[in-house]
């Protein structure tokens, strides 16, 4: 027998009481299917989960408890548990997806770092005859040509 669970939206939550199931419907323009499969996982510790696709661009999650009979409310917690947990796992995808190009030149640099030393071969071949950068404003430069070198303090006469 399935029914609407309370508080779900009508046509995408139905639960099923005699196989201890809920399905329901999520759309991957709102979730990403990274976001549903992240979900998922999270939740086959505690029960079945089966993912379907019946229509283009909406994916169907089906959760059925492990133990024969679940009651209403265990299924009601089991829906709204995995719900907040599929908006956690999309906001988690979409801040992946904003700092990728952050998060790869940081792995880039530590790899760089992390290879060593130039050896003198490497530094026999490079050439450093090339201007090493464009100074526009003049801020690369020495202390002693910012400031001028300073001239030794001349000894005081009748210092005792």
């Known amino acids: 027998m399935t029914t609407s669970i309370e508080g779900a939206p009508a046509g995408l939550v139905v639960?099923?009481?005699?196989?201890?199931?809920?399905?329901?419907?999520?759309?991957?323009?709102?979730?990403?299917?990274?976001a549903i499969y992240g979900a998922a996982y999270v939740f086959?510790?505690?029960?079945?989960?089966?993912?379907?696709?019946?229509?283009p661009a909406r994916v169907r999650v089906?959760?059925?408890?492990?133990t024969d009979a679940a009651a209403p409310e265990a299924l009601r917690a089991l829906i709204g548990e995995f719900a907040n947990e599929l908006?956690?796992?999309?906001?988690?995808?979409?801040?992946?997806?904003?700092?990728?190009?952050?998060?790869?030149?940081?792995t880039?640099?530590?790899?760089?770092?992390?290879?060593?030393?130039p050896s003198l071969d490497d530094l026999a071949k490079f050439d450093f005859s090339d201007q090493g950068f464009d100074d526009p404003l003049g801020i690369a430069m020495s202390w002693e040509?910012?400031?001028?070198?300073k001239s030794p303090k001349p000894e005081s006469e009748g210092a005792p």
Not at 15 to 34: G, K, M, N, R, S
Not at 94 to 100: E, G, K, L, T
Not at 145 to 149: D, F, L, V
């Open 15 to 34: 639960a099923d009481e005699q196989a201890a199931a809920v399905h329901f419907l999520v759309d991957e323009e709102l979730y990403p299917l990274p």
């Open 44 to 55: 086959i510790d505690r029960c079945y989960v089966f993912l379907d696709r019946p229509e």
């Open 62 to 66: 089906v959760l059925t408890a492990k």
């Open 87 to 106: 908006l956690s796992c999309a906001f988690r995808h979409q801040i992946a997806q904003d700092n990728r190009v952050l998060v790869e030149t940081a």
């Open 108 to 117: 880039m640099q530590a790899l760089a770092g992390a290879m060593g030393q």
């Open 145 to 149: 040509e910012k400031h001028g070198r």
